[in-house]
């Protein structure tokens, strides 16, 4: 948006999500390792075990896949982790709700499949309407690119990484 700083931009090199799937493991890993401390809370709404799996392995606590069916719980979480469009909201519903549901500092990890130049557009705005600000843009591409050559990057997702302000004293509307 205009006047707003520029966002780092990564590329994480990382295998394509299988076909319906949200991410592959090592993206999992990845979101889980960069994102949380041990012991931190993790909302998994991905499809697919692979953020389960990272969630597990990295000694983090989570609210899995029944979090979509009976609410993410009264704990605020350091992670929230989800595929893009959201199933049950609009827009700007869902990122508030996140809001309310991140501790201070927490991030909201959004996968959108790569190739909709507006959509990471509309979502930033929409996020940025609920109360987040937009922290990172990852670009998960099959192969790193090299030092000195040119590479034509395989990219499949791009991760939108959205926060909530430390200084934010709680949920309500931003």
């Given at each position: 948006m205009?006047?707003?700083p520029p966002?780092?931009?990564t ?7 299988q076909?319906?799937e ?5 993206m999992?890993v990845?979101l ?5 401390h041990?012991?931190?809370l993790?909302v ?8 389960a799996?990272a969630?597990?392995?990295?000694r983090?606590?989570?609210h ?5 069916l ?6 605020p979480?350091?992670?929230?982790v989800?595929?893009?469009?959201p199933?049950?909201t609009?827009?700007r519903g869902?990122?508030?709700?996140c ?5 201070p500092g927490?991030c ?6 790569h190739?909709d130049?507006?959509l ?10 609920a109360?987040?600000?937009?922290l990172?843009h990852?670009?998960?591409?099959g192969?790193?690119p090299?030092?000195?050559?040119r590479?034509?990057?395989?990219i499949h ?17 931003g």
């Amino acid at each position: 948006m205009p006047g707003d700083p520029p966002v780092p931009i990564t590329v994480w090199p990382v295998p394509a999500p299988q076909q319906s799937e949200s991410m592959s493991t090592a993206m999992g890993v990845r979101l889980v390792h960069n994102l949380t401390h041990p012991c931190d809370l993790v909302v998994d709404l991905t499809v697919g075990p692979q953020l389960a799996r990272a969630v597990i392995a990295a000694r983090r606590r989570s609210h899995l896949h029944p979090a979509r069916l009976f609410g993410w719980g009264p704990e605020p979480a350091a992670l929230i982790v989800a595929g893009w469009p959201p199933d049950d909201t609009s827009p700007r519903g869902f990122f508030a709700r996140c809001r309310t549901g991140l501790v201070p500092g927490g991030c909201v990890a959004v996968l959108l499949p790569h190739g909709d130049v507006t959509l990471p557009v509309d979502v930033v705005i929409a996020a940025k309407r609920a109360g987040l600000a937009y922290l990172q843009h990852i670009v998960a591409a099959g192969q790193a690119p090299r030092r000195g050559q040119r590479t034509q990057l395989d990219i499949h997702t791009d991760v939108l990484i959205l926060t909530r302000s430390a200084t934010d004293p709680g949920g309500g509307d931003g």
